[in-house]
C-alpha cells in the first residue's frame, strides 16, 4: 500500500478495520484526467460507477484490499476518505448589538 497518496482519515480508518475483504469505507479517488481503458476496467471493476475518460474525481464504498490495490496504480493521484456531514441545528442568538 503506498500510503503517500492516502489522507490521514483514510489512513487510520484502515488501521482500524477488522476485514479487509469487505466494502466498508466510502472514498474520493483522485486520478489523472485522462485515464486509459486498462484505468477504467479497474475502477469499473472495483464497482466505481460513473467511470468515464475526462472526469478525475470518482466515489465508491471500498475495501482495504481495494484501496490497497488503487494506491499502487501510477494513474491515481490520492485517496480521500468520504465522512459523512452532519446538520447543526442549533440557532444563533439575535441579541441586541450596542455601544
Known amino acids: 500500500m503506498n500510503y503517500q497518496k492516502l489522507d490521514a482519515a483514510l489512513a487510520t480508518a484502515l488501521n ?11 472514498v474520493f479517488i483522485h486520478t489523472e484526467a485522462i485515464l486509459d481503458s486498462a ?3 479497474v475502477l ?6 460513473g467511470v ?4 478525475d474525481v470518482f466515489t465508491a464504498t471500498l475495501s482495504a484490499n481495494a484501496i490497497s490495490h488503487l494506491s499502487e496504480q501510477p494513474w491515481v493521484k490520492y485517496l480521500k ?4 456531514l452532519r446538520l447543526v441545528n ?3 442568538g439575535t441579541g441586541r ?3
Not at 81 to 84: D, G, H, M, W
Request: proline share 3%; aromatic share 0%.
Open 16 to 26: 482500524d478495520l477488522q476485514d479487509s475483504e469487505e466494502p466498508s469505507l466510502a
Open 39 to 41: 484505468a477504467t476496467a
Open 44 to 49: 469499473a471493476s472495483l464497482g466505481v460507477s
Open 52 to 55: 468515464t475518460s475526462g472526469k
Open 81 to 84: 476518505r468520504s465522512q459523512q
Open 90 to 92: 442549533k440557532r444563533i
Open 97 to 99: 448589538l450596542g455601544v
